[in-house]
């Protein structure tokens, strides 16, 4: 037994993974019980299946991972159910088991893990194709491993629920939750990340600053809800423009950018500025459905910067598209007030 516990407190104290601790206990099992396979499953109560997630064969019997089988048909559902963990009678006790008449199962052990809301994750078993006597303590230590399983998928879940945590308090961090773009924070992380890459690569990088012209009107004669629903279908057209590394992002109230890298050859960044600003625009202008309304908008002033490498930082670019944007602005006014 002694031996045993050294090899235990090893085993858990270096585990850092479920299968790291499950791998030795399920060798321990073999020699504390005399079975020629150790297992453990996980049940899926949902889809009704058992799944062998590990196990350990030391002799002809063949408990093979990654094999599912449907729960009703296992022994370990019939052990629960009938309050038997142990037995050396399968044929005879459970003879209508296809599972276990397969695997020509006639002693079997077996013991539920449990989270710690009562939960059934799954289960600990030892099964053999001859008959075995029950050692005294093959019990104790049988649940004695189920418990520090349990113990193990209860910190993996644990770590699981915070990455994920903070996985969305990262997304709520860098995205404006209404139209789930880039948020300023995350356009100027990109940006600087972005102008950093053009500047190692000897590649420009292009900047449209976006206003949206008769926003203001739009509030006012549909309301909120269809301006809100507004921004979120412009959005959506601004994120179809974009390619693997470029970016779109809203500012905030009627202002967005969007990003990417410009093109390889320098002498070819004014063409490829006047054709990115003719995209960006094009995008937004159009009909838009937006529930029962169907409203035609003229689109945006946009305004593009192409930014040479070493140029500008993020807080340059962004200022100085956000001027080439005003130009456009003025020129649209200028021209309709002509037009009138």
Request: proline share 3%; charged share 20%.
């Amino acid at each position: 037994m002694e031996p045993l516990l050294d090899h235990l407190s090893e085993t858990v104290s270096s585990a850092k993974t479920l299968e790291e601790l499950s791998r030795p206990l399920l060798e321990m099992l073999v020699s504390v019980t005399g079975m020629e396979s150790t297992y453990l499953t996980t049940i899926d109560l949902q889809r009704n299946l058992q799944h062998v997630l590990y196990a350990r064969n030391t002799c002809e019997m063949q408990i093979p991972e990654g094999l599912s089988v449907a729960w009703g048909d296992t022994l370990c559902k019939r052990a629960l159910d009938e309050a038997q963990p142990f037995a050396d009678d399968v044929g005879l006790r459970w003879g209508d088991s296809d599972a276990a008449r397969a695997l020509q199962i006639q002693t079997y052990l077996s013991t539920p893990v449990r989270l710690a809301d009562g939960a059934l994750y799954g289960t600990l078993c030892a099964a053999s194709s001859a008959r075995h006597e029950l050692p005294e303590q093959a019990r104790h230590v049988l649940s004695l491993f189920a418990t520090l399983i349990a113990q193990q998928v209860e910190r993996e879940l644990l770590v699981q629920r915070l990455v994920e945590a903070n996985s969305r308090l990262s997304t709520y961090a860098n995205t404006d939750p209404l139209t789930a773009l880039a948020n300023r924070r995350a356009l100027h992380q990109a940006l600087t990340r972005l102008l950093e890459q053009g500047s190692r690569r000897g590649m420009a990088v292009l900047v449209a600053f976006i206003d949206l012209d008769g926003f203001k009107a739009i509030n006012d004669t549909y309301g909120h809800d269809v301006g809100d629903q507004f921004l979120i279908a412009l959005a959506e057209r601004l994120r179809n423009l974009l390619r693997a590394e470029d970016l779109a992002a809203r500012l905030g109230g009627d202002e967005f950018v969007v990003v990417a890298l410009g093109p390889e050859k320098l002498d070819m960044l004014g063409d490829a500025a006047q054709a990115f600003e003719k995209r960006v625009f094009q995008a937004t202008r159009g009909d838009y459905q937006l529930g029962p309304l169907r409203m035609h908008y003229d689109g945006a002033s946009v305004g593009v910067l192409g930014v040479s490498p070493g140029s500008h930082n993020a807080v340059q670019a962004l200022q100085a598209a956000d001027a080439a944007m005003y130009e456009v602005k003025q020129a649209r006014k200028n021209q309709l007030a002509h037009l009138h």
